[in-house]
C-alpha cells in the first residue's frame, strides 16, 4: 500500500466480483489526495457507479485514453477530447464519447513484466493473442466489451512475446476463444513447433475444435496440456436459451477426441438458467465423473453488468435480480430469481454438485488411474469447498436465502390446516389452474373466492385458513383486463388485514410465467418437504402442460452417458 499511496496517479482495473475492493482501494488513495482512474468491464458498463470513487473512469479499451489522460494532467489540459473518457466536469459527471475499438492490436507493445514490483520468475504466464468473441452467450459480457469482431495480434508479434517468457513451463493463452479462426490457429502452432517454443500450454476453446482433426494433431505436437471448455450445460433447452450452438453429442464427441490427442479438460458449466431443476445440476455433476472430465466449475448464472442475461433481467424492474453487492457476483452465489429451482435451492446444488465431482471416491478413481495430477486438481476443489462454507459471508448469504423461502412458514410459526382460498379470477388464468392443481396435489381443498372478494371474504372466514392474494409484476399483453380485475381483487382483500392472520401473496408474471419458489412457499405451509413440493409442482405442470414439456431431469436420464 505505501508505493500505491506514493504514486502520482493510481488505475485500478475492475471486473464485477472485484468492484466493492476496488473501490475500497481508490477511496484510500483519494483520501491521500492522489488522482484514481478505474478501468475494466464492470465500471465500462457502470460509469457512473465508478466516477462515485474516482476522478476519472475509462470505458472500452484503455491503451490510448490512459496515457492521453496522463498527458493531460501532466500538462493541465482539458478532458474533452479524450474518447472513452469519464470525468467530474464542475461537479457533474462527463462522458466523452466512446472509442472505437483497436483494429490493429500489434500497435500496443510486448508486456514488461519485469517493470511490476516483485515480478520474478513465474510458473504460469499469460498471453493474449487476441480480441472479441463472435458467438452470443447470453451470459456473456465479452461482446459488450470487446465486440463479436475477432481482432488478433500478427502470428510475429505472438511468437515474440512467447520468447520473452522462455523460461516459463506452462502458458496460458488468454483469448476468448483461441481456436474461433482454425487456419490462423494452425499457422500459430506450425510456427511454435518450427522454432520449438513448444512450453505446456491451455486455452480457452469451444466444442467445435474438435472438428478440426489436423488442428487437434497440432494441438497435441505443440504440447497443448489442457483446454477449458464452455460445455455450459448438459440440458439441451438450457443450451438453447443460451445459443449455444452444440448439443449433448457434440460435448460427448469433443471430450472423446480431446482425450484421444492426451488433452486434458477443464470443464465449465452454467447452472441455475430458467430450464435447470435440481436434478439437472445433479445429473451435470454425473455427467463429469462418467466421462472423466479432469476438473470442473460449477459456475451459478450470475447476470454481470454489460451481458444480455443483465438487460433481460433489469427490463424487468429488476425483480428477478435479488441483490447488488457485487462482490457476490463471482459465480458462487445466487443473485438472481431463477425459475424452476428456488434461489436457497441452487446455491446448496451448485455447491453439492462440487462436492460431488471432487468427493474422496473421485480422488480415489484418479488415483488408482494413476493420474496424480487430477487427483491433486480434485483435493484441491476439496479443500476449496471446506474454505468456501467456512466463510462467514458465504454462510450468511445462504443463510438469507433459506429465510426468504421459509418466511411464509416462519411468520404462521406452525403448518397451516389444509384449506386455502384463491381468487376465483387468478383460477379462471393458466397460473391461477397450475396453482390450484399444485395445492390439490399436497392434499390441500381450494375454495374459490368469487367476485366481489369482500363478500365471498364473509363466507370463507370459518372454512379456510390461508388466503393467497396476487401481485401482479407486469401485465402482459392481452392481459390487461385480467391484470385489473387481480388489482381489484388484491385491494380488497388487503382492506381486511385485519380479519385474517395468513394472506400469502403470489407475485404474478404473466410474461414469464409460473416460477417455482412462490410455489415452494406456499407449499412449505403444508410440509416441510421439499422434494414433495417439487414433485407435486411436477406433477401438476405435466398434467397441464403449463412448465413445458417433461422435466429437464427426466430428458438427461435418457441422454446420460456411462463410461464403466
Not at 58 to 65: K, N, P, T, Y
Request: proline share 5%.
Amino acid at each position: 500500500m505505501g508505493a500505491v499511496l506514493s504514486a502520482d496517479i493510481v488505475g485500478i482495473s475492475t471486473i464485477t466480483s472485484t468492484a466493492p475492493p476496488s473501490y475500497r482501494l481508490a477511496d484510500t488513495a483519494r483520501q491521500a489526495g492522489i488522482p484514481v482512474v478505474l478501468g475494466g468491464t464492470h465500471v465500462s458498463f457502470l460509469p457512473d457507479e465508478g466516477l462515485d470513487h474516482a476522478e476519472f473512469v475509462i470505458h472500452g479499451e484503455g491503451e490510448f485514453a490512459f496515457p492521453e489522460l496522463a498527458e493531460a494532467l501532466e500538462h493541465g489540459r482539458g478532458f474533452e477530447g479524450i474518447r472513452g473518457l469519464s470525468y467530474w466536469r464542475d461537479g457533474q459527471k462527463a462522458h466523452n464519447p466512446g472509442r472505437p475499438r483497436l483494429a490493429d492490436l500489434d500497435v500496443n507493445p510486448i508486456p514488461d513484466f519485469s517493470l511490476v514490483m516483485g515480478y520474478g520468475r513465474r510458473r504460469i504466464a499469460s498471453v493474449a493473442t487476441s480480441r472479441g468473441c463472435p458467438f452470443p452467450c447470453t451470459f456473456c459480457s465479452v461482446p459488450g466489451m470487446y465486440g463479436s469482431t475477432f481482432r488478433t495480434h500478427s502470428i510475429d508479434r505472438v511468437i515474440a512475446e512467447l520468447q520473452t517468457h522462455a523460461d516459463t513451463p506452462y502458458i496460458f493463452f488468454a483469448d476468448d476463444i483461441f481456436t474461433a479462426n482454425p487456419k490462423r490457429t494452425k499457422d500459430l502452432l506450425t510456427r511454435m513447433i518450427a522454432e520449438g517454443i513448444t512450453p505446456e500450454w491451455g486455452a480457452q476453446v469451444r466444442t467445435e475444435t474438435v472438428d478440426d482433426d489436423e488442428l487437434l494433431r497440432l494441438m497435441h505436437r505443440s504440447n497443448c496440456f489442457n483446454v477449458y471448455v464452455g460445455f455450459e450445460s448438459i440440458n439441451p433447452k438450457t443450451l438453447h436459451l443460451f445459443k449455444k450452438k452444440q448439443d449433448l453429442a457434440k460435448i460427448q464427441r469433443a471430450i472423446d477426441k480431446f482425450h484421444d490427442h492426451e488433452i486434458k479438460i477443464h470443464g465449465m458449466f452454467v447452472v441455475g438458467c430458467d430450464e435447470d431443476d435440481v436434478e439437472t445440476i445433479y445429473q451435470t455433476a454425473r455427467f463429469t465423473r462418467d466421462n472423466y472430465i479432469e476438473s470442473v466449475q460449477f459456475m451459478i448464472l450470475t447476470p454481470c453488468p454489460g451481458s444480455p442475461d443483465w438487460r433481460t433481467l433489469y427490463s424487468q424492474g429488476k425483480k428477478d435480480i435479488l441483490c447488488t453487492n457485487w462482490e457476490l457476483y463471482d459465480g458462487h452465489h445466487c443473485v438472481h430469481q431463477p425459475r424452476k429451482i428456488a434461489p436457497y435451492e441452487l446455491q446448496l446444488a451448485a455447491m453439492q454438485a462440487t462436492e460431488q465431482f471432487s468427493s474422496w471416491g473421485a480422488i480415489l478413481e484418479s488415483l488408482l488411474r494413476r493420474d496424480l495430477f487430477t487427483a491433486a486438481l480434485r483435493f484441491s476443489a476439496k479443500r476449496l469447498v471446506g474454505d468456501w462454507w467456512q466463510d462467514p459471508v458465504n454462510w450468511a448469504h445462504t443463510a438469507q436465502l433459506r429465510q426468504e423461502l421459509y418466511a411464509e412458514r416462519q411468520r404462521a410459526g406452525r403448518g397451516a390446516q389444509g384449506a386455502v382460498a384463491l381468487p376465483e379470477a387468478l383460477i379462471q388464468d393458466d397460473l391461477g389452474r397450475l396453482l390450484e392443481q399444485f395445492l390439490h396435489e399436497l392434499g390441500v381443498r381450494v375454495t374459490p373466492l368469487a367476485e366481489p372478494v369482500v363478500d365471498a371474504l364473509h363466507r370463507v372466514q370459518e372454512t379456510v385458513d390461508v388466503i393467497i392474494t396476487p401481485i401482479v409484476q407486469r401485465a402482459a399483453k392481452g392481459k390487461e383486463e385480467l391484470s385489473q380485475r387481480l388489482g381489484a381483487v388484491t385491494a380488497a382483500i388487503q382492506s381486511n388485514l385485519d380479519k385474517w392472520s395468513r394472506v400469502i401473496p403470489l407475485p404474478v408474471n404473466f410474461e414469464q410465467g409460473p416460477v417455482f419458489e412462490p410455489f415452494a412457499r406456499i407449499g412449505l405451509l403444508f410440509t416441510e418437504n421439499l422434494d414433495r413440493i417439487r414433485q407435486a409442482c411436477t406433477q401438476a405442470g405435466e398434467m397441464l402442460g403449463l412448465w413445458g414439456d417433461a422435466p429437464a431431469s427426466a430428458q438427461l436420464v435418457a441422454a446420460r452417458t456411462s463410461k464403466g
